[in-house]
């Protein structure tokens, strides 16, 4: 078997590794060990270096789960803008910024002078309409004796089906303003528009201003369900087969560490993001008072794909990830030299609380010394001697 001493240093001292890793003892070599590749050496410097430490396998029970990152949101049918749909001057606004709102309430109140035209044709119409109706009726009766009087039968009756025409339309008008048409009279005129809330929800944004002059199409607030509010996961393509709705899923929040929350998997979307080759897998959770969520915030989701079990289970810092493969090590043995390790390829189940639960895809001797922490350096160790030596 070849054997390398390795003198790659790091640029910056580690803490020194504790407990067997800084005493020299012999033990016997072990015969369960893979050639070349899989043993790795390190001088008593670079295990110091490295802060290696020491331990065995604990039973633990991890579930197999899957962990996707998204974030918080609310989808389209949960929001809605207060919107101008008509030209005026801004004059009220309810003070209601990051409040919720009752569907119907006044928001918005816009000065319009000319509805008090529109108020004013209708009055006049309105006033005129029994003296049209009542020549039309006279000039009806007449034309059933006098064949001369169809002329002005005709006419009467154009001016009056115009006239009710008219009435009606002008009678919308109002309505769409805000304005109860059969109880306008000019003790009450308007010259405001009241915007109402379209919808209940929180007030998230306010786009004007008092005084401001605004057109058709302005928008002047926004409002957003937060009842609705929801996690948007993004599973990968290759990980579809395994999600399901129904699945419990544990949200947790990178900016408020230690802040869990448990969910659950209502919807899977089925169309495919082309740029992430992702779909969004949408996550009810219960809504915590004192918990500030707030749209958009990135979220991480552990999905749960299966009942918890008991494994054997390593610290997460015990397993190295190298390509697509997850391997840890054991001390093989100890001398005045420094340490041999052996690497050994293992299928990661599951982590949980920062506990891994592997499979050993090769056997180890009964009762190794695992490496618990600092498997990455002794991998990093291992791909610089195989550098020299390819060399």
Same mark, same amino acid.
């Given at each position: 078997?070849?054997?390398?001493?390795?003198?790659?240093?790091?640029?910056?001292?580690?803490?020194?590794?504790?407990?067997?890793?800084?005493?020299?003892?012999?033990?016997?070599?072990?015969?369960?060990?893979?050639?070349?590749?899989?043993?790795?050496?390190?001088?008593?410097?670079?295990?110091?270096?490295?802060?290696?430490?020491?331990?065995?396998?604990?039973?633990?029970?991890?579930?197999?789960?899957?962990?996707?990152?998204?974030?918080?949101?609310?989808?389209?049918? +949960?929001?809605?803008? $207060?919107?101008? &749909?008509?030209?005026?001057?801004? !004059?009220?606004? *309810?003070?209601?910024? #990051?409040?919720? %709102?009752?569907?119907?309430?006044?928001?918005?109140?816009?000065?319009?002078?000319?509805?008090?035209?529109?108020?004013?044709?209708?009055?006049?119409?309105?006033?005129?309409?029994?003296?049209?109706?009542?020549?039309?009726?006279?000039?009806?009766?007449?034309?059933?004796? +006098?064949?001369?009087? $169809?002329?002005? &039968?005709?006419?009467?009756?154009? !001016?009056?089906? *115009?006239?009710?025409? #008219?009435?009606? %339309?002008?009678?919308?008008?109002?309505?769409?303003?805000?304005?109860?048409?059969?109880?306008?009279?000019?003790?009450?005129?308007?010259?405001?528009?009241?915007?109402?809330?379209?919808?209940?929800?929180?007030?998230?944004?306010?786009?004007?201003?008092?005084?401001?002059?605004?057109?058709?199409?302005?928008?002047?607030?926004?409002?957003?369900?937060?009842?609705?509010?929801?996690?948007?996961?993004?599973?990968?393509?290759?990980?579809?087969?395994?999600?399901?709705?129904?699945?419990?899923?544990?949200?947790?929040?990178?900016?408020?560490?230690?802040?869990?929350?448990?969910?659950?998997?209502?919807?899977?979307?089925?169309?495919?993001?082309?740029?992430?080759?992702?779909?969004?897998?949408?996550?009810?959770?219960?809504?915590?008072?004192?918990?500030?969520?707030?749209?958009?915030?990135?979220?991480?989701?552990?999905?749960?794909?299966?009942?918890?079990?008991?494994?054997?289970?390593?610290?997460?810092?015990?397993?190295?990830?190298?390509?697509?493969?997850?391997?840890?090590?054991?001390?093989?043995?100890?001398?005045?030299?420094?340490?041999?390790?052996?690497?050994?390829?293992?299928?990661?189940?599951?982590?949980?609380?920062?506990?891994?639960?592997?499979?050993?895809?090769?056997?180890?001797?009964?009762?190794?010394?695992?490496?618990?922490?600092?498997?990455?350096?002794?991998?990093?160790?291992?791909?610089?001697?195989?550098?020299?030596?390819?060399?």
């Amino acid at each position: 078997m070849n054997k390398y001493i390795l003198i790659f240093t790091l640029p910056f001292l580690l803490p020194a590794c504790a407990g067997e890793s800084d005493q020299y003892s012999h033990e016997e070599d072990h015969s369960v060990h893979s050639e070349n590749d899989s043993l790795v050496h390190l001088t008593h410097a670079q295990v110091g270096q490295g802060n290696i430490g020491f331990g065995a396998f604990t039973i633990e029970e991890i579930a197999d789960q899957l962990t996707a990152n998204g974030s918080l949101v609310i989808h389209p049918e +949960n929001m809605a803008q $207060v919107t101008a &749909f008509t030209d005026g001057i801004v !004059e009220y606004i *309810a003070p209601v910024l #990051n409040n919720r %709102v009752r569907k119907g309430q006044i928001l918005v109140r816009i000065r319009k002078p000319d509805l008090l035209d529109i108020q004013e044709q209708f009055l006049a119409l309105k006033n005129r309409l029994p003296f049209l109706q009542s020549e039309y009726n006279r000039y009806k009766l007449l034309k059933e004796k +006098n064949a001369t009087a $169809v002329k002005n &039968f005709e006419k009467a009756e154009a !001016e009056f089906n *115009a006239a009710s025409a #008219n009435l009606k %339309v002008l009678s919308a008008k109002l309505q769409q303003y805000g304005i109860d048409a059969q109880s306008l009279s000019p003790d009450n005129l308007s010259s405001g528009i009241a915007l109402t809330a379209p919808v209940s929800g929180t007030v998230t944004g306010i786009e004007t201003s008092l005084g401001t002059s605004v057109q058709p199409g302005d928008v002047l607030m926004d409002i957003a369900d937060l009842t609705s509010l929801h996690a948007d996961l993004w599973i990968y393509e290759k990980d579809l087969p395994r999600i399901k709705p129904g699945q419990q899923v544990q949200l947790s929040f990178p900016s408020a560490p230690g802040q869990k929350v448990k969910g659950r998997i209502y919807s899977i979307d089925r169309r495919l993001d082309e740029e992430k080759r992702a779909i969004r897998a949408h996550v009810s959770f219960k809504r915590n008072a004192a918990a500030n969520f707030i749209e958009g915030a990135f979220i991480q989701g552990d999905i749960l794909l299966g009942e918890s079990t008991t494994s054997p289970a390593l610290p997460e810092a015990a397993v190295a990830r190298e390509g697509e493969e997850d391997f840890i090590f054991y001390k093989l043995k100890e001398d005045v030299e420094g340490m041999s390790f052996v690497k050994v390829p293992v299928k990661v189940i599951a982590t949980k609380n920062g506990k891994t639960a592997v499979e050993l895809l090769e056997n180890i001797p009964e009762g190794a010394r695992i490496v618990v922490r600092g498997a990455y350096y002794i991998s990093a160790q291992s791909s610089m001697a195989g550098m020299e030596h390819e060399h």
